[in-house]
């Protein structure tokens, strides 16, 4: 079993429409990360969060340490959002991978 | 200005070659890394270089050596290539463990 697990693992949706991504995690941590792998393979880094919410444009990251759990939100959808979207946990030595969550965002 | 920046960007060799990717990093950060991203997509770490020491070295064949010459490089050499070692391989560098950090562009390494 994966120490990070992601769900779904595939996700459609309109454009415009509100998208969750979620997360869950067995270990111990000291951040989490997530990450946006767009289909040219180039990665970029969201969010780092260690506790509570951040808001970055339409994009929402949340955590729960003791249900060890995040979710990552996008209000108003749009085609470009369509990424892979990775959560990645910092244990302090160590980074687990979820295994990413394919959006696709449809016109 | 590229912060993070791997070079080559394609690697086609063939099995039994010795290859290295380097990295390059201008953003003053303390930690480099290595990571491998399989044909599912699966990333895990390899490699973490802070200061010049390895903090973190992931259960990776020795064929593979993180090579830092100074805080703003960390090259990948890779002995002996095998089919399996096909993958993208990205450096990303942060200012320490806690904080966001800054990936490269990848390089998609074919062993033929």
């Known amino acids: 079993k994966n120490e990070v697990e992601q769900s779904p693992q595939n996700l459609t949706a309109q454009e415009g429409e509100f998208i969750t991504i979620n997360c869950s995690y067995s270990?111990?941590?000291?951040?989490l990360h997530w990450l946006q792998q767009h289909p040219g393979g180039g990665i970029v880094s969201l969010f780092m969060?260690?506790?509570g919410k951040k808001k970055h444009g339409r994009l929402i990251a949340t955590i729960n340490i003791q249900e060890k759990h995040s979710s990552l939100h996008i209000t108003a959808s749009h085609p470009r959002d369509s990424a892979v979207y990775i959560c990645?946990?910092?244990?302090?030595?160590?980074?687990?991978f979820g295994t990413g969550t394919s959006l696709t965002v449809i016109p | 200005d590229t912060a993070v920046s791997q070079t080559p960007k394609y690697l086609v060799t063939q099995m039994g070659n010795d290859k290295s990717i380097k990295c390059e990093q201008n953003?003053?950060?303390?930690?480099m890394y290595w990571y491998k991203q399989d044909s599912k997509k699966f990333l895990k770490i390899m490699f973490s270089?802070?200061?010049?020491?390895?903090?973190i070295n992931e259960t990776v064949p020795n064929r593979f050596s993180p090579k830092s010459p100074d805080k703003a490089h960390l090259n990948l050499h890779i002995n002996s290539l095998e089919l399996g070692d096909s993958a993208v391989y990205f450096c990303?560098?942060?200012?320490?463990?806690?904080?966001?950090?800054?990936f490269g562009s990848g390089t998609r390494l074919t062993v033929v």
């Open positions: 990645a946990v910092n244990t302090g030595n160590q980074f687990y």
């Open positions: 270089y802070n200061n010049k020491e390895l903090i």
């Open positions: 953003l003053g950060h303390d930690t």
């Open positions: 270990v111990g941590i000291s951040a």
């Open positions: 990303a560098s942060s200012q320490d463990l806690q904080y966001g950090y800054t």
């Open positions: 969060l260690s506790s």
